[in-house]
């Protein structure tokens, strides 16, 4: 029944009428993508603007432990989201904020997005829990469970892919971290600081594994297609993450607020509907985890991508002023690629843009931005 409901939801949002719309003109096509850190991205395509996860501040270290889990609160930091805000979206219109998933690095800094912005949201049940435990109303937010389809803007469709999130079977802490988690109900928030648990076993699960984004942009001089993915799971490939309660209870832990949305099919299968649904055999870019070779050979040999722009390779924890400190080192990936003849386009740094038109990608140098926010300046 709640398929049912967001599938008619996403129908009465998509309806339209009259020839499709086209982003930008032949002399200047308006498809660009900056990279905020991490797995976050401003999509701008004509007037339409997308942000792709978000989470630009930094919570402190302390409140998570080292196997990933918390005990205690951190509060949102909202005067940093507005810093970047404020000069990236200078005009302070956001279309959509779309979350992969709903682990802190990811999902931590949504509300403050939400408060700051006008913006609708979608991702997982747990996104909008965590928006409510704020104050943010759920009439703004959209939960996805894969295979939806809408309009985010003029010439701009968008189709949720399921995913499945990394963590290794092997290890203890790899099926705890992977385990398809959605809170039940809005968490409460600490009294003292007005925070959660950024714990990925108390307030900040993944939200039943992870949503990629599949969006299609009629820009002017032709569609121009790309996927943003923000984890990967070789093992999930061919094999869904079932739900593993007994090996939970086992690790003592905590399932009053979670609850159980695994996936009955792996992540090729949801990849290969949501192409054939949209009449693809290949996209532009892909934008996706690049730290494991085998998975991105898993999602190249179906996805075809003619270029791949690897994320989440940064330090997630170190502030976003000190800018990136150390280059991609996923060497690995790149004969991968070569063998598919790929394109390998990397961000130097924060706030460098890719700039996607339908005869390819190319990178543009976020200096101005980095001035503007003294990124990576010392």
Do not use: K
């Amino acid at each position: 029944m709640r398929r049912l409901l967001v599938s008619l939801s996403v129908i009465l949002l998509t309806a339209c009428t009259g020839a499709p719309a086209t982003v930008g003109t032949q002399d200047e096509p308006r498809v660009t993508l900056t990279w905020l850190s991490v797995t976050n991205w401003l999509l701008e395509a004509g007037d339409t603007r997308i942000l792709l996860d978000g989470y630009v501040s930094r919570i402190d270290r302390r409140t998570v432990e080292a196997d990933g889990t918390s005990t205690v609160s951190a509060p949102l930091d909202e005067p940093s989201v507005r810093r970047v805000h404020d000069v990236i979206l200078p005009a302070g219109g956001l279309d959509w904020i779309l979350v992969g998933h709903t682990h802190w690095d990811h999902a931590f800094d949504t509300p403050a997005w939400a408060r700051l912005t006008g913006a609708r949201i979608g991702g997982a049940r747990t996104v909008c829990h965590q928006l409510t435990a704020f104050g943010v109303g759920g009439d703004r937010c959209m939960p996805l469970e894969g295979g939806e389809q809408f309009e985010a803007g003029p010439g701009v469709q968008v189709r949720v892919v399921r995913w499945h999130h990394s963590g290794d079977s092997a290890s203890a802490n790899g099926r705890r971290l992977r385990a398809p988690l959605e809170l039940r109900a809005p968490p409460p928030t600490d009294a003292r600081t007005g925070g959660l648990r950024p714990g990925f076993l108390e307030d900040y699960p993944n939200g039943g594994g992870a949503r990629a984004y599949l969006i299609t942009i009629e820009a002017a001089d032709g569609p121009v297609t790309l996927l943003w993915s923000n984890t990967g799971n070789p093992q999930a490939w061919d094999t869904p993450v079932p739900a593993d309660s007994v090996f939970m209870r086992e690790q003592g832990v905590d399932l009053t607020n979670l609850e159980w949305a695994s996936s009955d099919q792996p992540t090729r299968e949801h990849l290969a509907t949501a192409l054939q649904e949209e009449g693809l055999t290949a996209v532009d870019v892909w934008i996706g985890f690049g730290g494991d070779e085998h998975h991105v050979q898993q999602v190249v040999s179906v996805l075809q991508p003619r270029t791949f722009v690897p994320h989440h390779w940064d330090d997630f924890w170190s502030p976003m002023r000190d800018g990136v400190r150390q280059g991609f080192r996923g060497a690995g990936v790149a004969p991968v690629l070569g063998g598919s003849g790929i394109q390998l386009l990397t961000p130097g740094n924060y706030f460098d843009r890719v700039v996607v038109t339908a005869s390819g990608a190319a990178l543009a140098d976020g200096d101005a931005t980095r001035r503007a926010l003294g990124v990576g300046l010392r």
